[in-house]
Every structure is written in C-alpha cells, then in structure tokens.
C-alpha cells in the first residue's frame, strides 16, 4: 500500500528565517506530486505540482519554491520567511492520469 | 474561474438525525468532483470521486450525489464519529490538474 509522509509535523520559525518542508511517498512509482496551503478561514490552495523529477509547475507567485530531487520526494523552500506564510502544508500525490489525490499528514507552520 | 462553495459552514447533528451538506460549483468543463474528509490537525481523507451528473457514489452511512451545478453529502443516521470538516473540489479539463476547494463544512454529530 502507498504512504506519503511529511516532515517536520510542527514548526515555528521567525520572519527572514529559511524553510525547508519535506514530503515522501512510499510504494508508487513516478507518482504526481503537489503542495497545498490550507490557511485559517480558507480553502486549500495548490502551490505547486510535479509530474516528474526536476519538472515542478507554479500555481501561486510567492516567495516559495518547490523542487524534486528524487521520485518520490517533493520539497518546499523559502530563503526568507514571511508573516503571511504561517499555515497549513499539505503535500498530496495521485497516479500519473488519474484524478485522485491523497494527502500527508501536513505541516503546521508558524512565523513570528 | 473556478469556484466551489459550500455550506452550511457548520452543522450540528444528533445522533441519528440524517442531513445534507451542500456543493455549488462552477467550473468550465467538470473532469471530476471529489469529497474528502478533514479531521482537526490532520490531512484530508479521500471519500468520493463523482464524474458526470446523475452519478451516485456511497461509503457506510455517507452517499454523494452529483447534478450540472451542485453536489450533495448525504449523511444518513449519523454517529459522533462521523464529526469532522467535509470538504469539496473539483477539477477542471485542461487544468494543472489542481482541485479547487470550497472552504468545508465542519459537521458535529452530538451522542
């Protein structure tokens, strides 16, 4: 069966601070990759998505990045932190064609 | 643009009091609309996935329902373990394959 995991679970990290989110998915190959942010009072929004290595598409102009260095591992970066980052990441994956995503566990993010 | 828009934003239930959650949406070109389950703290749960109008899906006491503008979540004879946040997305031909979410309905079922 397929996991998808996501690390840290929590963290708290001050305004100008980098980031550095990661996801893995475990028994899949090749899987379609993405980034959501679920902030309070909002639905989630996809940040970015991946069909493949060192392929990642933007949805969303910010100050994140995204990048997949290997299969089946997805990372969300930042080189400065800001206010209005704090929220929710969740990091999905569906089989490359077919509609379903599946969600990770999430990380909760707090900038001060 | 897309949108999806559920309500009521909250719901609170009896135990064993069936009700409805609600999905409008408006999307050019339906590929899929899917129900997921978010419990506080953690990822969304997948439940449904709906495909074209008239479509009928159905898991334990839950069962999804599918029209041109709009889905339903029917919750039959729930139980306090079915409380949680039940969110809607779709997703459009001819996207980034992204699904648009509505902002959920946070469902409390009350023993």
């Known amino acids: 069966s397929q996991t998808i995991h996501q690390w840290p679970a929590t963290l708290v990290q001050p305004v100008g601070s980098p980031l550095s989110l990661e996801c893995t998915v475990e028994?899949?190959?090749?899987?379609?990759l993405y980034w959501y942010r679920q902030a309070a009072g909002r639905g989630l929004q996809l940040l970015f998505y991946?069909?493949?290595?060192?392929?990642i598409s933007s949805e969303v102009p910010q100050n994140l990045s995204a990048s997949r260095p290997q299969d089946r591992q997805f990372i969300l970066s930042s080189k400065k932190l800001l206010l209005s980052d704090s929220g929710f990441y969740l990091c999905?994956?569906?089989?490359?064609?077919?509609?379903?995503?599946?969600f990770g566990p999430g990380t909760r993010l707090t900038v001060l | 643009e897309d949108q999806v828009t559920q309500s009521p934003e909250a719901l609170r239930l009896q135990e064993g009091e069936s009700s409805s959650l609600n999905c409008s949406y408006t999307?050019?070109?339906?590929?899929?609309l899917f129900w997921y389950r978010q419990d506080p703290g953690k990822g969304p749960e997948f439940l449904f996935t709906?495909?074209?109008a008239g479509e009928e899906k159905e898991k334990e006491r839950l069962k999804a329902t599918l029209t041109k503008k709009e889905s339903f979540l029917h919750i039959t004879a729930p139980k306090p373990e079915d409380s949680a946040t039940y969110l809607c997305?779709?997703?459009?031909?001819?996207?980034?394959?992204?699904?648009?979410f509505g902002k959920g309905t946070k469902l409390t079922v009350n023993p």
């Open positions: 999905a994956w569906a089989y490359g064609g077919h509609n379903e995503q599946f």
């Open positions: 028994g899949t190959s090749n899987p379609n």
């Open positions: 991946s069909v493949g290595i060192g392929q």
């Open positions: 999307v050019s070109g339906l590929r899929g």
């Open positions: 709906l495909y074209s």
């Open positions: 997305a779709v997703q459009r031909w001819g996207g980034s394959e992204k699904l648009v």
